[in-house]
């Protein structure tokens, strides 16, 4: 089943048993997928436009939480990480930090990048073959400190 159609249903079921945050999550991903549908009149999602809209939702997701956490507004905090783990359920898996290293080792051999000043040619090789598949602020950590940066 697509992601689209999991989203609906999930929502179905949430509003059923009455979980009021799973519930809200679920409709925050579906009103991202109805802007995205509306950009190009489209009736449903294909999964890589999904993925590409809840790896957005994320990251805001991920930034409303350290700037509540900043502000000391914990409760708020937590109703964004409850949201941010519904929407985790949803994304692919990413590959783990020594998957990652294999891709970017790689990535260094075949552009021959030998300092930190070509990290761009090494991350631009990485995130063109394995976009999907890695986190980029993993990719650059692990490039800088294989690069010796």
């Keep these: 089943m697509s992601i689209f159609l999991t989203v609906n249903e999930q929502l179905k079921e949430a509003m059923r048993a009455r979980d009021a945050d799973r519930t809200r999550g679920l409709r925050g991903i579906r009103a991202a997928f109805i802007v995205e549908m509306k950009a190009d009149n489209s009736e449903t ?31 708020l905090a937590a109703t964004e990480q409850a949201e941010l783990n519904v929407i985790d359920e949803l994304l692919p898996k990413l590959a783990d930090e020594a998957t990652t290293e294999a891709y970017v080792a790689a990535a260094i051999a075949a552009c021959g990048a030998t300092s930190v000043k070509e990290l761009g040619k090494v991350l631009g090789l990485v995130m063109k073959s394995h976009k999907d598949e890695v986190d980029g602020a993993l990719v650059k950590a692990v490039a800088t400190r294989l690069l010796g940066g």
């Design 45 to 75: 999602l294909n999964d890589e436009r999904c993925v590409k809209a809840l790896r957005s939702l994320a990251k805001q997701r991920r930034d409303s939480i350290d700037s509540y956490t900043a502000a000391g507004r914990e409760d």
